[in-house]
């Protein structure tokens, strides 16, 4: 299995995967299939379950282990899957760590909690989450400061990086976000550091142009992820106009699925009408989209179809 | 059962009960017996489980369900046991409620969580959480904003007491709180509504200030549960300058208690040193006491003890 | 000059003015003038001065007083001018208020300020700021919660329209906040409330959209005013496919603008491109741009002429 | 004048004092003479004008001039005056900065503002906000976190003593902090630092506790600064226990006093009550007692008095 854990090479779109339930909030495998083969046909080069946008934190431990099981005996090692293990308690964290490995998890993802302060509390904190899952797994560590009101200096992630072998990959979501993506490039070439991977977030707001400060990926949920790939895709092969131009087409759709608080709800729907999932329900509470909304939507996607390319013949 | 649900006329000590682990972080039940049996030798008059306090977001569903099951055998209808069902998804809110009323729990708590803004939000989450653990539950909702940045005021408090007869208690933990109590009940005096239980909280920090502005108890962990119950109990006689007196011995040992993100680290060392639990430490991430803090803790136990009554015997 | 003042029929784009400073700080009254030249030449439909985007809280009351001179001054009554009074104390906030009335402002803008929870504090504060700036001077409500923390419900909004005539105005920028707009004109349709104009913020990014829901125009700052101007222009003659059109194409731009902490930076350094102002900095403390960030804005500078129509011609 | 200038071997009791107005929430100059006197009388050790608890925020430049000229006057050089200088603006921080040190002013007290999350944005506020004063103005730095938002480690405290010799003083606030004093000391003995004074604040509510820290004494606003100068001396003059006895007989009050929000509305009304200031009141918007409250507060003070020594002989 060593083969496919994630390293500092880490690359191209990971899709932060939504986690499909039923009319009564029961988890929906079926869809949870159907989703990843979505996934894996949109040509993702990577997955990554139980993020917060996988509305982890709603569900039970024995709920997150079937998810696990279940994407990682679809995927079957085609690609890596990324594991979220956030949770209140280290021992929990570490736990679920230990299941996503077990399973073949390609390594897992870390955002360090609401409430850690300083530098040092930070650093605290990310040293003993790293440990609790073991010297040999992966890490993402997730900087999603909006989020969790955790902020990482470039400063103190470099002394992460230095520290902690273990991390491989930042998951870049801190925003304003895109000199923070040069620093980071900077002070590590300056003074020899290993080069990290750096895969975007923020639904993918500023893809192109955190691609344009040597991001390496996205690791994000937009709802066509076909989208991202071929960004990255003419972006890699040196279409950078391009890539710009095929991306700009759907920003008024990126723009609107990162609404904070209604994207996830937003996202949802799009993978239901494009059958995919087959109910767009978070679990309660949470958001719900009204008459309003979807006539918006309509209009959203009926401009981008008319202005766009090959990714939205759904 | 149905006779030992709690309802409005709620009072006295209902003590927030640690969860004892041991030095490898797992439960420790026979620390959980003696602790039980502590408070009720101690006068309580009810025991919370699974609060803030009780580190109840670092355990999983199952190490909820085995505290319930130990806690409510223990106590064995003696006197009531109110258990904290906060959890992200109202699913599991609801499944933990049941668990609890099936095994004989009193009532449930529950905490509005991070992110409520406005008062329809704040009114919306209550009531889906509410509706969740079912109709003929008693709920005990508790208001501590320093906690979870959720703010109640009076107006939207009377209003879902009138739309929510469940909620048969307010644990106030509120800072600045005491106009907060005078105002609930003159509002609801002034305006024939039903007169809900208040417990307060806030480690007890100003108790016989709340009890004199008609709270009905408290509903807090300090680690001399003796002596909330003896000050209740002398303000209840009438004895109302003795209360103060015997109150203000120990505040230095409140007020050293009450410091935030320190403070259950302080009370579980007090119940390790009165050899209660076997073991002072908290699930980690969790702070830790230094040598310093311990000398500290000497010295204001020391200075209690000379100053104080009956309750430091031991 | 009641003639003047803005009440509930305002729409139109009313520009949030910069405040120009030259390389040490002082206030640069030449550039000010020109900015507003260039404001009314791209045709907009009122000027808001003083507000947070226009670096406010960083100028002394005397400064205030000059610029509130000067741009009554130069736009001599052509179109609106309202100006933001938001202040620590109330008496501050009401004499600023009479200097920009007593010089011919059209109204005045309030902001309730941080630390405000429960709509009973926010309803409290803005009936105080309101009486504060006296009965017969019209308000501009904003709400802001990304900057200032307090969240402004429907209910509670409604409440403040009945309750305080002089409220004409609401700047809206809570986000997500398209459901919000539509909460407002039903409720307020349903049960015959005064209709209240909406003119939203957010730096325009949800604009079109806000149209469509019946906003009534932007009070927002985007360095391509005549762009907004254009946009709302189309959307009113039943353009609408245009009016979005033409939106997106600046869409880049205007997401790049909208960047948390950094945004009035690089809307500074367009419009000393554009040769309006002599000098692109921020008072200090305040956020820079380097080299790359320099570089990025020629990139999607050079994009949207390439793509754009006729508000790129500078 | 230089002899004045507070260094590192400040101590003792720095009372923060409050800014008296009138019932028209006017400066009321009479009452701020009456309590400076009050404050010498009382043994106070330095003076600190404009600070938060002074609500300088709601000063307009030219009032918080009259109140540095009036205060700096009286005092006339008996014991150091330090001027709370924190603006938004950095240029109005060096202005009044100037103004409070042309006037004869000891020293200037700096609070870094919200929205500094990591250690390196704070260290780069405070670098700059330190070189706004100038080289030669000693600077006392707040660490306020319960009203700033704003969290300084121990090693960036360490830095920044290293980095700018202008620091003198920590005005220590940070809760839990207790802790954080000894490891001050520590890392500063360790590494061959300078010993920067560290004067408490939090309304004194750890005093003691701190002192035994070797904290150098308080910063801090309690109505009975005659008690603090007592404790203090009690304690430096070897008499722990005294000092320990004494401030325990006002812990109920210095408790009581500290309730944030409401806490500088008791404050002023013992200061009223003591016939020091002539009216209580705030500056709007800011909290009122009521009824209950005067009542509670008789109450409290009942008891220190039948309790406590000398100081409350008033």
Redesign the interface.
Known sequence: MAGHLIDESAKGVFIIAATPFDLE?KLDLASLDRLVGFYIEAGVHGITILGMMG?A??????EQKRVIDRVLKQVAGEIPVVVGVSA?????LGALADEAMSEGAAGVMIAPP?GL?????IE??VR??VD?VGYDVPVVLQDY?QATGV??????FNQLVDALPQIKVLKHED??G??KI?RIRKTAARDGKRRIAILVGNGG??FP?EL??SADGAMTGFAFPELLVEVYARFNDGDV?EA?DLF?DY??LI??EQ????GLAIRKQILYRRGIIACPTL???GPKL?Q??LA?LD?LLR?VRE?GGAATQW
Chains 1, 2, 3, 4 share one sequence.
């Open positions: 909030g509305e934190q709603k569900l039970t431990f024995d209140p308690g280290l021992a929990a609401p302060s300083t530098d040092e509390q605290g904190y003993q989450a609790s400061p902020h990482l200096s470039v400063p103190l925003c304003p895109l000199t040069s707001l500023y142009l344009a400060r106009d710009f700009d920003l008024p723009r609107y609404q904070p608080g209604i679990r309660a509470p009204d309003d909304d918006e209009l401009r202005r």
